[in-house]
């Protein structure tokens, strides 16, 4: 079954933060598979969640959303999930969660509970920057660096496309985020995403950090943290008010490699 995001997942994305019982993450919802393993089952439920109809294997590194605890149990989370193509692709965006079930909290970790790079900001003050500094050892010039390129958008030259009730649903033939109705005036956008890593790294590919508008500059709203070095995650708060948004993006082996994104109204 389909689960739309934007009807269901903020909802639940609020709902996780009084859940006491439950060590849980601070910020954002997003969860990572973490098992010596190298996978964690996930037991796919119909009509009663005890009656397992499916097991899927998730990797360590695939990223799910937090929903609550699984009910009746307690070393199980309820999570939701996208559905991969079986087709491999270099990069895909997902903004609805298809997949839903349990996964066992000994072979996951919260995002923003993992080592955390360090922000600054560039000189012009238009690029946060996240170094990794979890290892004194590394000299500064050789440890890994995600930046990211703020700009003012020049959006409003481009072709809109509205929705019966004027809101704007693509802008370039693509669903834009952080706008309504009408483009303001001081319009920001991600202009690039950098990854500095020793014998690798890349920039972002277009489809990666298209139409992302009035992205955040605040350090309480985005962070970029890692399982290891082959597997970052950089994730953001952005827009406000009723056209808030939250997004995550998987960085593997240097490369930007899938986002999930979805509206998060305040």
């Given amino acids: 079954m389909m689960i739309s995001v934007n009807k269901t997942l903020y909802i639940s994305i609020f709902s996780i933060f009084s859940l006491a019982s439950v060590k849980a993450q601070n ?10 393993e190298g996978y964690a089952m996930v037991r796919v439920h119909k009509d009663d969640y005890r009656k397992i109809v499916d097991k899927i294997r998730m990797k360590t590194g695939d990223v799910f959303v937090y929903v609550k605890p699984a009910p009746g ?25 298809s997949k839903e079930g349990m996964v066992n909290k000994e072979r996951i970790a919260f995002i923003d509970q993992l080592p955390k790079f360090t922000p600054s900001k560039s000189k012009n003050g238009k690029s946060l920057i996240f170094t990794d500094d979890t290892n004194p050892k590394i000299p500064g010039n050789q440890r890994t660096k995600v930046i990211i390129d703020i ?78 070095n082959d597997h970052i995650f950089l994730y953001m708060i952005n827009g406000s008010g ?4 939250t997004t995550l993006w998987t960085i593997k082996e240097g490369r930007a490699i899938s986002q999930i994104i979805f509206k998060n109204p305040e």
């Fill in 27 to 36: 910020k954002v919802p997003f969860g990572v598979v973490k098992a010596e």
């Fill in 73 to 97: 149990e307690t070393e199980w989370i309820w999570i939701q999930y996208p559905e991969k193509d079986d087709t491999e692709k270099p990069f895909v965006r997902y903004d609805s969660l």
């Fill in 151 to 228: 700009y003012p958008s020049y959006a409003k030259i481009k072709k809109q496309e509205k929705d019966t009730n004027g809101n704007i649903t693509k802008i370039d033939k693509v669903k834009p985020w952080g706008v309504g109705k009408e483009l303001p005036e001081d319009l920001t956008e991600i202009k690039s995403i950098r990854v500095q890593q020793p014998g690798r790294g890349s920039v972002f590919v277009r489809d990666a950090i298209k139409n992302m508008f009035q992205p955040t500059m605040d350090f309480d709203k985005v962070e970029v943290t890692a399982l290891d």
């Fill in 242 to 245: 009723e056209n808030r948004y």
